[in-house]
């Protein structure tokens, strides 16, 4: 390898062809509820991609189980998902922006930990919290877009994994039929593929692309 190829500047997060791009998803705020297999994998593609903003909102701890779909590794186990998704994201980008919100969300705190991002990524495993986060951010502050996510078990093929336009701003990504109640499995690449579509709704609601 050439000398001179030692001393060059590391590559942008995002192309460089696109200066306007990279400058508005700069100035982007994307606060994600629930730093599980979906909003775990959802940070890490949203960062790399160059939005400048994370809120990481979680309450539990990393356990042994996570990690055969959360971005976590085993040393991180009992840190909390928002400190250890933290240390994780700083790896990628050591000067990275992140809020982190070690609380359960609820109808009285969701909208004033949220309330300041461009997106909101809901990222949680139970039905009644995924309810009362749509319920509320859809009522109070219908205007914010929500990406939420529904049917993401089993083995069914990747291609069933869809975004679709539910609101005028609120988008869901799954095929909304299958369940871990129903017997099925998490697996990686499923739940992988399902935050990936969440992170790219995200960017194409920053960059001003309405439609999923």
Request: charge should be negative.
């Amino acid at each position: 390898m050439p000398a001179d190829e030692h001393n060059a500047c590391p590559p942008p997060l995002v192309p460089s062809d696109d200066p306007a791009m990279r400058a508005r998803l700069a100035a982007s705020h994307v606060a994600i509820i629930g730093c599980g297999g979906l909003g775990s994998n959802a940070a890490a593609m949203l960062l790399r991609s160059g939005v400048g903003h994370l809120t990481l909102i979680d309450f539990d701890v990393v356990e042994k189980g996570n990690l055969n779909r959360q971005l976590f590794f085993h040393d991180q186990i009992g840190m909390r998902k928002t400190d250890a998704l933290a240390g994780t994201l700083r790896r990628i980008d050591p000067d990275a922006a992140l809020t982190l919100v070690h609380e359960c969300m609820t109808p009285e705190n969701l909208l004033a930990t949220v309330g300041g991002a461009d997106v909101v990524i809901e990222a949680v495993d139970r039905a009644e919290v995924k309810a009362m986060i749509t319920n509320v951010l859809c009522g109070a502050a219908p205007e914010l877009p929500l990406v939420g996510a529904s049917g993401l078990a089993g083995v069914r093929s990747a291609n069933d994994v869809v975004t679709e336009q539910i609101g005028e701003h609120f988008y869901l990504i799954g095929d909304c039929t299958s369940d871990v109640r129903d017997g099925l499995p998490l697996l990686a690449s499923r739940v992988m593929v399902a935050a990936a579509h969440q992170a790219h709704a995200a960017i194409r609601i920053l960059l001003g692309h309405a439609e999923p």
